[in-house]
């Protein structure tokens, strides 16, 4: 069975399927990578409520930052965001986000 939540004409905002969740991507406010960055954790943080899941339950990350040269800004917030010894697996790359103000947005999936 799958389950979507949140539903709009173009996406999902979380697909359920098998135990998994899989949440849309997610972007955040704020002027500097780092608020970005935590806003939009916020933002998976409450979708992976809804979805029955946690942080310390996420299986993979996908992060896409507008400019390589804010991995380490990024990373900082992720690594004080993931829990101790729940490190998913993870990928991140460079790519031209759907406006020029975004510079981080964030695509999870976790078991519920």
Known sequence: MIERL???TRMSKIVKHGGVAYLCGQVGDG????E???????RVDALLEKAGSS?????QAIIWLSDMADFEEMNTVWDAWVPEGHAPARACG???LARPD????I??????
């Open 36 to 42: 970005q960055t935590r806003d939009c954790l916020a």
């Open 102 to 105: 975004l510079r981080v947005e």
């Open 6 to 8: 949140e539903t709009g």
């Open 31 to 34: 002027a500097t990578v780092a």
């Open 107 to 112: 695509i999870v999936t976790a078991a519920c």
């Open 55 to 59: 942080r310390d339950r996420i299986l």
């Open 94 to 96: 460079e790519a031209k």
